[in-house]
């Protein structure tokens, strides 16, 4: 096959390939050009479907406390991401989380994971985008 | 003794040699181990019974396939990037007629807040098996093939050489029926109703929808699964996705009950009403 060809068919693959649905609406809700690491306090641990939330007081700028709410992995997720519900996370606990900040502006993101006080990293949702669509609609787009 | 050594002994007293296990799980026990590496039933035919998953190409356990990379990221090491392994591969873009494909770009321009997932209702044939995070069990009977979907806990009880029911009205997972053409398992799928989409954001279709899927185990590790959707109301031609099942040895499948604490329905109609820039 020649370079163009290859190039060619390279361009249509990528095209043509699209992650695989995960889950849905994060890349809506959640913008991926808006990273953000907080650290808090846990006050609320919720395992709910089909996305779970935490929510945690953390001091801004200012001193003030001020309360987000993270939303990742559905409850099965979790478990096979080494959670354990009432175990691994509790309220009172002081967290590192990194994810992506709500499109709405709210004090709400997408966390992708959460660093515990002894150093322990565990995934608590998918990366960046997942469940918007991909990088191409499944129509071809005159 | 170990249980290994008790079931050669067992194999052997059945007078049947080839029967030994490499393993010590039922599924293995029932199977032989040819050179390709894909066990066959005492009928012949390839043996698909496991636990598998869909949207991941990797080989491995469940663990090895998602860990530092995986599906989403269920794995040890947050800061790995998503798994370029988690992709389908489709032949062709939708095609939709002209007239509708304006409907599925309106979804993709609305990042997929409309998706059916969100209301936890069972995503239809392909899409349930593509959700990466969930894995499914095939339980293979010389009379029946039974896919057992963890993500929204649905089943599908799959009769071979039989003709599809009469007596069922549409439904989200259709009616299926399957037969083998040599090695391959051809599931044949009708009786749908119009709440699903079918692969990719915003596929809608219509009541006329017509899946066929082609299950091919090629290895100990991999089913190639190719699926054709025909539907006239919104398709011009039929449209094929080729996507891959892989093996995930060890895993078993959880409760998963969506509608419990679902917060999310209210919350995505609340940013579709007050028009949050969601929008691409």
Known sequence: MSRARFGVCLVAFLLLARPALAHHSFGAEFDANKPITLTGVVTKVEWTNPHSHFSLAVKDDKGRTVTWVLTGYTVNALYRTGWKKDVTMKVGDTVTIFGWRARDGSNSAHARDVTFADGKKLYYGPPAGTGEGGPTPAVKVP | MTRLALASIIAIAIGCSACAPPASTPQDAKASAPADGVPRTADGKPDLTGVWQGGNGRKGSWEEANSGLGVGGTGADPAAPANPASQQVITEPAPYKPELAARVLESFNKRGIDDPAGLCLPLGVPRLALVGLFPIQIVQT??????????MSVFRVIPLNAEHRTDVGP???GDSVARWEGDTLVVDVTGFNDKGWLSGTGTFHSDALH???????????????????????????????????????????QEYVCAENNVETAHYEKILKEGVPYRR
Request: charged fraction near 25%.
């Open chain 2, 171 to 173: 439904t989200y997972m």
């Open chain 2, 211 to 253: 899946v066929v899927e082609r299950y091919t185990r090629v290895n100990k590790d991999q089913i190639d699964w190719e699926i054709t959707m025909e539907d006239p109301n919104v398709l011009t031609k039929p449209w094929t996705v080729k996507t891959t099942l892989m093996l995930r040895e060890g895993t078993r499948l």
């Open chain 2, 142 to 151: 010389p009379t029946q093939v039974v896919i057992l979907h963890e993500y």
